[in-house]
């Protein structure tokens, strides 16, 4: 199955490329843009989504700082 | 006394940290992918970019074959140092509480900053005055120590001294044991007055106070 990981800064932490990147756009003209926070994709084939999870908890995300997402790439949550 | 000093593939201050370490004892090389500590009786992680930080930093370099023995070697009370990329490994390999960020500031930092003892009673800052000031210098991108959870400090940044946004000033910590400390300063790069301090050199002799300490109890 293909997936998407979607790994995004904890809210309420710090996040200061979202933040560079909320004030940059402005700048450019691009009014009424706030909440802006930037994170990582990361795309990948598995065999066994069901182990997505405990892949995400011990390397692809810190779970201490980081929230992930998993999506299936048909863009349904992946059973299990 | 005899300092086992880390090689990941992409360390760049181990020499530095070798040399720092055989102004106090002896310092061989640990090389990541061995499963042998060489008989030392500290280890030191030393700075740098282990395993290229792809991911995170210190993300890779955790699951390194070395790291096994050091988990261990901390678990039966040897002492661990971790400086800057040291320190966010020993973090994602969880042998410390909390986790580095890219600095507030999301610019590489290089600069001398003073520290504050915060508590100079562990095998790391016992040869330290407690609240004694240290100059050493910091160089990195992703320094910022946060914690959801109270943590064990043992070095803050010295008062409008915070260079990266660090939650509290925190510049070092160490585990609830006391046997493993990490910090983002370099004291390595601060152990002769030719580069402007030999601050640095207070750590290295505390940690081998406390081994000849505990081998003459």
């Known amino acids: ?80 | 006394m005899k300092f086992g000093v880390v090689r990941f593939p992409g360390s760049c201050d181990d020499l530095d940290a070798l040399q720092a370490a055989e102004r106090i004892g002896e310092a061989v090389l640990l090389w990541h992918a061995d499963h042998d500590l060489q008989g030392a009786d500290a280890v030191i992680i030393p700075g740098g970019f282990s395993y290229g930080d792809y991911l995170r930093a210190g993300a890779i370099a955790r699951f390194a074959p070395v790291m096994e023995e050091i988990a261990e070697f901390a678990r039966s009370g040897g002492l661990v140092l971790g400086i800057c990329n040291g320190f966010q490994v020993l973090c994602e390999a969880h042998l410390l509480p909390g986790a580095l960020l890219p600095n507030a500031s999301l610019r590489f930092l290089f600069r001398q900053v003073e520290l504050e003892v915060i508590d100079a009673g562990t095998p790391f800052t016992r040869e330290c005055a407690p609240g004694q000031r240290l100059s050493i210098p910091v160089k990195h991108t992703t320094g910022r120590y946060y914690s959801p959870d109270p943590v064990h400090v043992l070095l803050r940044y010295a008062p409008g001294q915070n260079p990266n946004g660090s939650q509290d000033d925190i510049a070092g910590v160490c585990n609830e044991e006391g046997n493993v400390f990490g910090l983002m300063p370099h004291p390595e790069h601060a152990v002769d007055l030719l580069t402007g301090s030999a601050d640095g050199l207070s750590i290295f002799e505390s940690m081998k106070a406390h081994v000849e300490h505990s081998v003459a109890v």
């Open chain 1, 1 to 80: 199955m293909r997936a998407r990981v979607l790994v995004r800064p904890k809210q309420g932490i710090l996040d200061p490329q979202g933040q560079a990147v909320e004030r940059a756009l402005p700048a450019l003209g691009f009014a009424g843009v706030s909440n802006v926070h930037v994170g990582r994709l990361i795309e990948l084939e598995v065999d066994d989504p069901a182990r997505l999870p405990e892949m995400c908890e011990q390397l692809l995300a810190n779970p201490l700082i980081e929230d992930y997402e998993i999506v299936a790439d048909n863009g349904e949550e992946p059973s299990g």
